[in-house]
């Protein structure tokens, strides 16, 4: 992403932007006061864990969904044609080994 010529000049427009630079300042400042940190990190530590635990939620949901298709046979008959298609194996080969869809499949088996 860093690497990405519209990335680098979207950064470029944005760090010239004087809001942008108050912004950053009053955060640098924010961070320098140990009672200001302490407290935007207990925010930060609180959004973590409601994501987190939104992200398990949705990853149930979406388990519970899948279990319930599974019983339909128009469903488990698609499923057998695109298992064929080799296309799709190599698909499913590079999602199995994706770090972030490991994430989802340890959420989805908390």
Do not use: C, W
């Not at 400042?29 to 925010?43: G, I, L, S």
């Amino acid at each position: 992403m860093m690497d990405n010529p519209e990335f680098k000049k979207e950064m470029k427009k944005l760090s010239s932007d004087t809001g942008f630079k108050e912004t950053l300042k009053k955060t640098q400042e924010a961070f320098e006061d140990p009672h200001m940190a302490a407290k935007m990190e207990a925010r930060m530590e609180h959004m973590m864990k409601v994501g987190t635990d939104k992200l398990k939620e949705g990853a149930a949901s979406s388990m519970q969904e899948a279990m319930a298709a599974m019983n339909d046979p128009a469903v488990i008959q698609e499923m057998s044609k695109m298992l064929k298609d080799p296309s799709f194996a190599k698909q499913l080969q590079a999602m199995a080994n994706d770090p972030d869809f490991k994430n989802y499949v340890d959420a989805v088996s908390y």
